[in-house]
Each structure stands twice: as structure tokens, then as C-alpha cells.
């Protein structure tokens, strides 16, 4: 079966209004409403914001109640809202999240950002619903590359996709802007990469050193000295995508590192839109799929 998910929590929204008659304070209100729960019950429900006044939730409990006011209680989940301009949450099950990365943002910590990362602030969001839940990440994006990143909630799933990556995952696509025009408009590229001293990945003919790495491109549009170009990888080695579109002449916008000239919308053109992986509990094939940044078409869109 095929799932082409959206944005879904693990526990559905189950709200009770109920409606203050006197002054009160909001402990002794929601002990009196709820009188089929315990009072640590009540507290907990409380302290991890499953109880709202006038749609925001509430934790304070001597917060003042006037008649007529309106408590929610939601008895499947908390009041939370997640908002956050570099994570978007396209999935989530008992098992996995499934976020949109945006450009800029680290996929987890390094020595200068240990808060300001994908990790950290996906670690937040289901901490919302279970203060003692953790996450693992199950691959990386480059920090300027967006896309489709995939975090595991049990560190054995996690291993388990990565230590059989080819088997499970089935596709693994993107999307970018290059620097001038490759010479084929369609073609696989094959090479074995290293890394030097400097960090820098490059393709080399040492067997010893070398990975190989397998990457197939197609361009969709052009226009001057920019191309669109579609890529799927077969493997998923460190920069590959930026490396063999640099190495043939064709550097990807706002790639300094590895010979762009240019950066025209200020951000690494490239984007994971892509992601297909067979789920390892459920056995089903998860595909994911992101729009074309709008400013990539633009800047490639034929003159008319």
C-alpha cells in the first residue's frame, strides 16, 4: 500500500467543553468537572496542557474563573500547536516523525548549534505529548540543503534503517538549480568519493579511499546560464549531488564551496522533494513528496 501522508499527530483530538457558572479557581473547577478522574489525573492533564481557556492552553492552576467562561478539556492529546518556521511535520505515526527541513537549518547539532537544529526542535514537538520520548535520526540533509528528513522514535528502528538502508528505502529524489547547462540533458554519473583534509568531497580513481557514489540527473527547463535539474541517487554518500554536478562544469547555485559563481536567491538550490522507504514495522511503502521550491521555476522558467 502507498501513503502519500499529511500532517497527522499519533492521538486524535477528544474535546469537552465545559462551562463555568461562579467565581472560581481552575483547580477546584476542573476537580469538580471531571470527578470521574483522580485528582493526580486531573493535575497531570493539567500540567501537560491537555486544559484550555479561550483556545490557548493553561497550566497555572489558580488561574481565575469567571461565569460563563468556557474551560476545554482534551482528553486524546495536548493542546499544542506546532509552529515553527524551519520544521514543517508532514508525518508522524507510533514510530516515526517525517519533517520538511528548511534551508539553513542543521539536521543536528555541531560544536556551534546545539539547540538551533532539526534534532532539537523535532525532540521538543513530541516531548509535547510524552515529556520522556526521544528521537533518532535516521540520515542527514546538508544544513543549506531543504527537503524530506526522517527522525525514528526507538533507537532499534533507527539502526535497523540504517544498517539496511538499500533495502528499505526505494527512492530518493531532488531538485536543483545549476550553473550553466550540462552537455547531456539526461545521464548518470558514476564515480568513487573521498574526502580531503579540508573536508572537501571529490571524486578519485584510489579504490582504497573511495565510495562509490551513482547519481542520475535530468534536466526540466532552462534559462540563460541556469538549469533546472531533476536528480535521483542510488546511494546516498556526503555532498555527492553538489560534487558530480560541480565536477561537470555545472556547480549549484549558491554552492561556494564547490565553484558556484553565483548566489541568486541566497540559499543552496538544492531540495530533497522526494523520499519512498518501505516502513520496517508496518511493511508498508511510505512515499513522501514535496513542491518544487517556487523560486527554482521561476529563475529557470523559459522566456516566452
Not at 126 to 151: K, M, W
Request: glycine share 4%.
Amino acid at each position: 500500500m502507498v501513503r502519500n501522508q499529511g500532517n497527522r499527530r499519533l492521538t486524535a483530538d477528544n474535546i469537552k467543553n465545559f462551562e463555568v457558572k461562579e467565581e472560581v479557581t481552575l483547580l477546584p473547577f476542573l476537580f469538580s468537572s471531571l470527578s470521574g478522574l483522580s485528582k493526580s489525573e486531573v493535575k497531570s492533564m493539567l500540567k501537560y496542557k491537555h486544559i484550555a481557556i479561550k483556545g490557548s492552553a493553561v497550566t497555572q492552576f489558580d488561574t481565575p474563573l469567571s461565569p460563563g467562561d468556557i474551560v476545554q478539556v482534551n482528553f486524546g492529546r495536548s493542546f499544542y500547536k506546532f509552529n515553527n518556521p524551519q520544521v514543517k511535520v508532514i508525518y508522524e505515526d507510533k514510530w516515526f516523525v517525517v519533517i520538511e527541513k528548511a534551508s539553513g537549518l542543521l539536521s543536528v547539532a555541531n560544536d556551534t548549534a546545539r539547540e538551533k537544529n532539526a534534532f532539537h526542535i523535532v525532540r521538543d514537538y513530541v516531548r509535547h505529548d510524552n515529556p520522556d520520548a526521544e528521537i533518532y535520526v535516521c540520515h542527514r540533509l546538508d544544513q543549506y540543503t531543504s527537503g524530506i528528513l526522517v527522525f525514528a522514535k526507538d533507537e532499534s528502528l533507527m539502526m535497523e534503517l540504517r544498517s539496511n538502508w538499500d533495502f528499505y528505502v526505494k527512492e530518493r529524489r531532488y531538485v536543483c538549480v545549476t550553473e550553466n547547462i550540462p552537455a547531456r540533458p539526461e545521464d548518470t554519473i558514476e564515480s568513487l568519493l573521498t574526502q580531503n583534509e579540508h573536508l572537501r568531497v571529490h571524486s578519485t580513481n584510489d579504490e582504497t579511499v573511495g565510495r562509490l557514489a551513482v547519481t542520475h540527473y535530468k534536466v526540466i527547463q532552462t534559462r540563460g546560464r541556469y538549469a533546472l535539474v531533476d536528480v535521483e541517487i542510488f546511494t546516498g554518500k556526503k555532498n555527492q549531488i553538489r560534487v558530480h554536478m560541480s565536477e561537470m562544469g555545472c556547480p549549484i547555485a549558491g554552492d561556494m564551496k564547490y565553484g558556484a559563481e553565483t548566489n541568486p536567491v541566497r540559499r543552496l538550490m538544492l531540495h530533497n522533494y522526494r523520499l519512498s522507504f518501505i516502513h520496517p514495522v508496518t511493511g508498508e511503502l511510505m512515499r513522501f513528496t514535496l513542491p518544487t521550491p517556487s523560486v527554482f521555476r521561476k529563475l529557470t522558467q523559459p522566456e516566452k
